[in-house]
């Protein structure tokens, strides 16, 4: 699509004009061709940035025991931080640009508190350590060596995250050494997930292992609490995927909840949180970011900039299967 109508498309749909869901657009992948019709969506149910359907199924196992949003999240993102095949999650995770491995992951639950850690190394469950920090700290967020530090005490286990397929597609790029983050690196990617129990409690989680080759010690958006992913038991929650800067410098997650508490669906609160970035950054079609939203009336949204970006829905009522929709804006 050209910038003109791309941008005259959502600014449309940010004025309110098209009014009708805009997930009946979305398209789905193969596995499931069902059009998401919003409204038909009720509680328990989980979203999650990307095709990552061991995540949803994990996190759906807790949820139909009537188990908590919070406990569902977290081990929904268990899932892709322990697969070594996604390459931008824990263990196996694209290292920085000196070949460490790094990870940045955070939680927060239905009551407001959170949790994270960032640039921690060698040890897996990220978010689980995050929820440590939540629940035995008095604190929010640990860093680097003092955050790994916390999860020996805690019992986590020392592991080495660097995989020899990470490992040599780092000796790869030390060639050039060009840092160019590649836009849908591939149908994986951060995971952020928001869960909502059978209470009608939400929570949410987000963990990665940032972009690839990152400068040693950057961090990202996504264990930063209103930029990766920000929930908010009255309204709903939000997560993101993407170039972390510009989610951070826009506060993403925490704007998407803020704008369907004015009233926006959670469509239209994603695509104006995107429209934010692309506003303000005219260098936009290098980039991409993605939104994923959940209200407390169970409607989902998701927008990005660049095609590629899918979620995972799952949920029972009106969806007796995994959905797996992906919103492109061209
Ligand atoms: C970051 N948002 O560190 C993460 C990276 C990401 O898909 O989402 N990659 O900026």
Redesign the pocket.
Known sequence: MKRRKFLKKSSLSTAGIISAPILTSCKTDSKAEVPITPTTITKPIVIATWNVPNSTAEAWKVLEKNGSALDAVEAGVKMEEADVNNQ?VGKGGRPDRDGNVTL?ACIMDQNGNCGAVVYMQNVTHAVSVARKVMEDTPHVMLAGKSAEKFAYEKGFPKENLLTEKSKAEWLEWKKESKYAPVINIENH??IGMLAIDEKGDISGACT?S??AYKMAGRI???PIIGS?LFVDNEIGGAT??????E?VKTVGSFLVVELMRQGRSPQEACEEAVNRIIKNDPNFKDIQVGYIAVNKNGETGGYCIHPGFSYRIFSEKGHENNISASYLKV
């Open positions: 931008s940045d990617d951060t990665t940032g972009m990202g958006d996504s990766g993101a995927t993407g170039q972390g800067e989610i």
